[in-house]
Each structure stands twice: as C-alpha cells, then as structure tokens.
T-cell receptor
Framework: GAVVSQHPSWVICKSGTSVKIECRSL??????MFWYRQFPKQSLMLMAT?????????EQGVEKDKFLINHASLTLSTLTVTSAHPEDSSFYIC??????????FGPGTRLTVT | GENVEQHPSTLSVQEGDSAVIKCTYS??????FPWYKQELGKRPQLIID?????GEKKDQRIAVTLNKTAKHFSLHITETQPEDSAVYFC????????????FGTGTKLQVIP
C-alpha cells in the first residue's frame, strides 16, 4: 500500500523559534497533501490543503503567515511553524489522498514548544 | 462546510458485548464515510468505510450502516475484545475539491476484560 512518512517524529523547540516538519509520499506522487493538527483528547482538525506548485489553501482561523506550507515537489510537502509558542504544541499529521477515496496518513509529529 | 457530529464521546463495554457509535453529517453531497481507529500517539488507521451508494457494509466483527436520507451513519463492533480499546473517529468526504475529509469528535472506547 501507499506509504507517507513524516520527519521528525517528535521535536522540542524553544518559544520564538521556527520548526519545519516534512511529509513525504514514498511510493506514489501526491499533488495534494493535507495538514492536520490534533490537540490532546481532541479530533483531527484540518489546517490547510497543500497543492504542488501553487499556494496552500488554509482553513478558517489558521494563520497562513504562522504556518508556512511549501509543496515544491510531487512527493514532499513541508509545514513550518514560525515563531512557535507553547500553545502551538500539538500532534501534527499529514495525509495524501489515494486514487479513490482513501487517505494515507503520515505517522505524525509531536511538537513541544517550551 | 461539512460538519460531523459523533456520539458518544466515551463508551465502556464488557468484553464480548457490542459497541455502537453514531455520527451525523451536514453536507448532503458527501459521498464517502470512513471510520478510523487511533491509538495514543499513532496515526489514524482505517478500519472500514462506506460509500453513499451502499446502505451497509460488514467486515468480520465490524459493520457500518448509512442512512443518506437522515444523514446518519453508525459503526457496530460485535464481540468486543480488549484490543478494540482505542479512540474511534467517523469522517465524511465533503463535496468540495481535493478530497477534504472532516472528522467527527471521536469516541473513546474502553473494553473491560
């Protein structure tokens, strides 16, 4: 089956710094990828849709200048959390759609901002 | 946009009993309804899905029913086992582009041995 990887799996950063999370489709091409955020004991909330070669589409309430998304190739999308604050601490998951309706999820990245 | 509501938020059952989780959605154009199981710190894992042209689907101990008229779908787990304990999410694929999936709020299922 299709595989999506994420790197890093967990990261700790200091308040005010930026951190980049990578999402890769390993054995298929993904013109679209999705970025979700999941706070403890909550559901996955879609943050943005990443489109290869064009600007990302952000969900209402998500600051596009804070969460920078780059989808520079058909296998890689990156999410950069700029000027991170403790409230940005969360579990970030990416996904890529398959050829039908299925979604292939990455393993997630646990971000802790101190 | 799509809105998916899920009940109950927590569910405890005795091992061997059945568990039922219910969801409703708002977008009548939604046409795909997956169910995911998520263990702590892990990615969501697809356990069953149903498309809008089907009313019911079963896979061993797991079944899903869909009522398009009522915009309601349910997950049924029979003969529950301790390893079924996890958080379950229903979801709906909306009518917008890019196959955007909206998740329900989740149900924490505890199977008591």
């Amino acid at each position: 089956g299709a595989v999506v990887s994420q790197h890093p799996s967990w990261v700790i950063c200091k308040s005010g710094t930026s951190v980049k999370i990578e999402c890769r489709s390993l054995d298929f091409q993904a013109t679209t990828m999705f970025w979700y955020r999941q706070f403890p004991k909550q559901s996955l909330m879609l943050m943005a849709t990443s489109n290869e070669g064009s600007k990302a589409t952000y969900e209402q309430g998500v600051e596009k200048d804070k969460f920078l998304i780059n989808h520079a190739s058909l296998t890689l999308s990156t999410l950069t959390v700029t000027s991170a604050h403790p409230e940005d601490s969360s579990f970030y998951i990416c996904s890529a759609p398959g050829t039908s309706y299925e979604q292939y999820f990455g393993p997630g990245t646990r971000l802790t901002v101190t | 946009g799509e809105n998916v509501e899920q009940h109950p938020s927590t569910l405890s059952v005795q091992e061997g009993d059945s568990a039922v989780i219910k969801c409703t959605y708002s977008d009548s154009a939604s046409n795909y309804f997956p169910w995911y199981k998520q263990e702590l710190g892990k990615r969501p894992q697809l356990i069953i899905d149903i498309r809008s042209n089907v009313g019911e689907k079963k896979d061993q101990r797991i079944a899903v029913t869909l009522n398009k008229t009522a915009k309601h779908f349910s997950l049924h787990i029979t003969e529950t086992q301790p390893e079924d304990s996890a958080v379950y999410f229903c979801a709906a694929l909306g009518s917008g582009g890019y196959q955007k999936v909206t998740f329900g709020t989740g149900t924490k299922l505890q199977v008591i041995p």
